[in-house]
Each structure stands twice: as structure tokens, then as C-alpha cells.
């Protein structure tokens, strides 16, 4: 990777005077973070130009044919499934959807760097790596649906996948909650001497709140294997990033707690993966924390419950559709052979296949049985609930006779 300096850096000051532990004389002070560690905060990792070139002097990750592909398909199912699971949500067909446009880059590039041992914690938009971990199609779709075949039963938001086999933690709405999680998951690693990583996401908006502070001290403090993953897609629903910070980038906050902080362009597909890879091997050694921010633009609405256009700029937003990391990669493979025109098409015809199969497979599901409501609380229901229950299927038999009866009258 290439790193670009720094845009007007705040002035430094000089190495043992101020850098230093707490409670340490000025005398015994010292560095806590280098010149490089700055620049590293600060700068914008790369590999890959806008224009789909590796840019001068940039270090191109050791990836064989096949990764690249399954980079590249990994990136362009989030796609793929966006558009027709958004689809979805504007015929009525499911309630809910929140999109990873614009990011997958950030999403399957950090996902890629993971042994299949190590840990998700998500935020948002990280579903795309749960897919690319191994979790079916038919599963996250059945999780949106919130059907007979999810695992959870529909007692999760659309878009809040779990699965054991991937080592995909379900996500939890409520912002940054997750962020301690992780470093808590990490530190039970380093515990049990495990060679387990966890990777920690969040969007910018979390990086705000007090379980940051907690969970990245708390890391930094004790140097669990945990790897924190900021999305700045700039956009905190509809809360600018510079509304949010006064810092001056997401990555230099990690030096106040005595971690390193990497900054790089999140829709480098190549920049995510070389530094998360980095991250990743130095907290598996027994190094520590890393925090990476992968700055992106989130270039849809928040979730289908949202209107951008009533709170920024949709020109920006338009510039940065131009920034594109499914187009910037896919010119890059086709420059290197990797990919073909032929190959490019089969690949997205397979992948829209797979979605639209995993739909009808799925939609016609019925919703899940009413009794889980309680066999999944209870190893056996109380009396009383048991008298509810047979209440409710009363009530249910009475109400689709009722609707029978009616459809049958409006049929003669």
C-alpha cells in the first residue's frame, strides 16, 4: 500500500516531552506513538487508483486467481442482493431493508483477511460478509422474511443475520453496543490462549459513543486480539461525520489509546484487505488492537425507511457513485486476465440466480409456529401459559374461519 500525506497535519509535539504514560515524570516520559504512526492515522491507504490502476509504488497483496474472484463475487453478491431484496421491500414483500451499496469493498475486504476460526462482530452492513463467510443465501433471506425456516423465528429486524458456522455474531441495533462485545470476545481468547481474532465493526456515528471509550481503552489496556472496523460511510443516518467529531479523522483516535490507527480508502477492495491482514497477524502474535477506518460514502438512504435527499447533498452523493468499488476492481481484473467479459457475465448471472432462488424457495414459507413464542423461552410452559396458548389458537381457528367464510361469500 501507498499511504498519502496528511492534509494540513496538527503540529506534533516533540517525541519525550508530552507522548507519554500517565503518572510518568517528565523525565521518565516517552513516545507512546511515532511520526509513522501519524501519518498512518491520517493518510489515506491505497492500492488501487479510481481508474482501476495500481497506483505508483503501492504494494499489491499476494492473492492467487481464485481469491481475486472470490473477492470480486463476494463484493458483487452484496450487490446483487441489494437490488432485488430492495425490490422486495417496495412491493410490500418484506418490512424492512438496509442496503450496503457503495461499501462492499470495505465489507469483503476486511471479511477476506479472517481465518475461518476468528470472529464477527457487526454493525450494519456487514451481512455481505456473513455470505462470503458461508452462511446460505437461503437463510439470510429467510431472516428477512422472518419465516418458519429462520433460525431466530422473526424475532430480529430484517438484516440482522446469526450463524454459529460463520462466526457471524447476530448484530444489535442500538449503535456501538457491539463495540465492547468484541473486545470482551477477545480478551476471552487471550484468556483461554487461543489464537482467535475478532474483528469489532462500526459505522462513524459509534465512534461517538461512550462504548468506544470503553471497549477500545479497555482493548488497548489489556492488547486483546481484536480488530475495530469503522465503515465511515459518513453518514450517521442523517448526522454528517463533522457533526459527530472534532477530530480529524476516525483512525488518529486510536492513538490516544495507545493503539495504532490505520486510515485507508474504503473502496479499495486490495488497501482493505492489505491492512486488515496486517491488523489481523499483528493482534493473532499477541500485539494488540488495531483500529482501520475505511472511509467510504454511503451512496444509498440509510435503510428503505429513509429519504436522503431531505438532509444532504445528493451531488456529492453522486460524485462518489462515480467512485464505484465493484467497477474499480472489476477494471483491475480484467486489466490483469483474471477476469473476462465472458466470466464477468456468468459471474453475475449465477449470483443473481442464487438470490432469486433463495426468494422463491423461501417466500412461501409460513411464519413460524405460535407456539415457539414460548418453547423457545421455556423447556416446559407453565399452566398458565399453556391455558394462553390454546386461547390463542382458539382465537386464530375462529379468525380464519371468519376469513374463509367471507371469501367464499365474495366468490358466489
Not at 14 to 30: L, Y
Not at 203 to 216: E, K, L, N, R, Y
Not at 259 to 265: A, F, T
Not at 380 to 398: C, F, I, K, N
Request: net charge neutral; with cysteine.
Amino acid at each position: 500500500m501507498t499511504v498519502a500525506a496528511p492534509v494540513a497535519p496538527a503540529p506534533r509535539t516533540p517525541p519525550g516531552k508530552v507522548r507519554s504514560g500517565i503518572g510518568a515524570s517528565t523525565a521518565e516520559r516517552v513516545e507512546t506513538y511515532s511520526d509513522a504512526d501519524y501519518q498512518r492515522a491520517m493518510g489515506l491507504a491505497c492500492v488501487l487508483g479510481a481508474d482501476g490502476k495500481v497506483v505508483a509504488g503501492a504494494e499489491v497483496p499476494a492473492l492467487d486467481k481464485a481469491a481475486l474472484v472470490a473477492l470480486y463475487t463476494g463484493m458483487l453478491r452484496i450487490r446483487v442482493m441489494d437490488e432485488r431484496l430492495l425490490a422486495l421491500q417496495r412491493q410490500g414483500r418484506i418490512g424492512f431493508y438496509g442496503e450496503a451499496r457503495g461499501q462492499e469493498a470495505a465489507v469483503i475486504g476486511s471479511a477476506a483477511a479472517l481465518d475461518k476460526d476468528d470472529y464477527i462482530v457487526p454493525a450494519l452492513r456487514e451481512a455481505g460478509a456473513a455470505l462470503y463467510r458461508g452462511l446460505p443465501m437461503r437463510a439470510y433471506v429467510a431472516q428477512i422474511l422472518g419465516n418458519a425456516s429462520d433460525i431466530a423465528h422473526g424475532r430480529q429486524l430484517p438484516c440482522h443475520p446469526g450463524s454459529r458456522a460463520s462466526r457471524y455474531v447476530t448484530m444489535s441495533s442500538s449503535v456501538g453496543t457491539q463495540i465492547p462485545h468484541a473486545t470482551g470476545m477477545a480478551w476471552a481468547a487471550k484468556i483461554m490462549k487461543e489464537k482467535t481474532v475478532v474483528a469489532g465493526y462500526m459505522g462513524d456515528g459509534a465512534t461517538a459513543g461512550a462504548d468506544f471509550h470503553v471497549g477500545v481503552n479497555f482493548a488497548g489496556v489489556y492488547k486483546v486480539p481484536v480488530v475495530f472496523v469503522c465503515q465511515n460511510n459518513q453518514w450517521a443516518i442523517s448526522t454528517p461525520v463533522e457533526a459527530q467529531s472534532a477530530s480529524e479523522t476516525i483512525a488518529v483516535k486510536a492513538l490516544a489509546y495507545g493503539i495504532p490507527g490505520v486510515r485507508v480508502d474504503g473502496n479499495d477492495v486490495l488497501a482493505v484487505y492489505a491492512a486488515m491482514k496486517q491488523a489481523v497477524d499483528r493482534a493473532r502474535r499477541g500485539e494488540g488492537p488495531t483500529l482501520i477506518e475505511a472511509l467510504t460514502y454511503r451512496v444509498s438512504a440509510h435503510s428503505s425507511s429513509d429519504d436522503p435527499s431531505r438532509y444532504r447533498d445528493e451531488s456529492v452523493t453522486e460524485a462518489w457513485r462515480q467512485k464505484d468499488p465493484i467497477a474499480r476492481f472489476r477494471t483491475y481484473l480484467l486489466g490483469r486476465k483474471v477476469l473476462t467479459a465472458k466470466s464477468e457475465v456468468e459471474i453475475g448471472k449465477a449470483l443473481d440466480q442464487e438470490v432469486r432462488d433463495a426468494i422463491a424457495a423461501e417466500e412461501p414459507v409460513p411464519p413460524p409456529a405460535i407456539e415457539t413464542m414460548i418453547e423457545d423461552v421455556f423447556a416446559a410452559p407453565t399452566r398458565a401459559l399453556s391455558e394462553q396458548l390454546d386461547d390463542l389458537r382458539r382465537v386464530r381457528a375462529a379468525a380464519a374461519s371468519a376469513a374463509a367464510a367471507k371469501r367464499q361469500k365474495e366468490t358466489r
